[in-house]
Nanobody
Framework: QVQLVESGGGLVQAGGSLRLSCAAS????????MGWFRQIPGKERELVAT????????YYPDSVKGRFTISRDKAKNTVYLQMNSLKPEDTAVYYC?????????????????WGQGTQVTVSS
C-alpha cells in the first residue's frame, strides 16, 4: 500500500520561501508520476506541480511557474516542492499525490494515492 507523508508546511510572510517534502513508501515508483496539489476550503483542488518519477520531467500551471519547483530524490523516495516568492493567494492545504503514468500529468486523473496534507499560510 502506497503511503505519502507530507511535511514542511507553516506560516511565512509574503515574498518568503518554504520547502515541502513528501516521503513515499509502499512500492517502487518507476512508471509513476508524483504531484503536488492544493485546496482552499470551499474551492476545487488545484494542481500545483507534477513530475515523472523516471525522467524527472515536470509540469507547472501558469499560476506557479517560475516560483515553484518540484523535484525528487530517488534514493530517499522523497518528492519536494520548493516554493519561492510566496503570495497570500498561495495559502492552502498542500497535498502530495502519486499514480501510474508514463508521461508528465497535467491533470489529477492519474493520481490514485494522496497524503494527509500540510497547511501553508502566507501572511501579507
Amino acid at each position: 500500500q502506497v503511503q505519502l507523508v507530507e511535511s514542511g508546511g507553516g506560516l511565512v510572510q509574503a515574498g518568503g520561501s518554504l520547502r515541502l517534502s513528501c516521503a513515499a513508501s509502499g512500492r517502487t515508483f518507476n512508471s509513476y508520476a508524483m504531484g503536488w496539489f492544493r485546496q482552499i476550503p470551499g474551492k476545487e483542488r488545484e494542481l500545483v506541480a507534477t513530475i515523472n518519477w523516471t525522467t524527472g520531467d515536470t509540469y507547472y500551471p501558469d499560476s506557479v511557474k517560475g516560483r515553484f519547483t518540484i523535484s525528487r530524490d530517488k534514493a530517499k523516495n522523497t518528492v519536494y516542492l520548493q516554493m519561492n516568492s510566496l503570495k497570500p493567494e498561495d495559502t492552502a492545504v498542500y497535498y502530495c499525490a502519486a499514480g501510474p503514468s508514463l508521461r508528465v500529468p497535467v491533470t489529477s486523473t492519474p493520481f490514485r494515492y494522496w497524503g494527509q496534507g500540510t497547511q501553508v499560510t502566507v501572511s501579507s
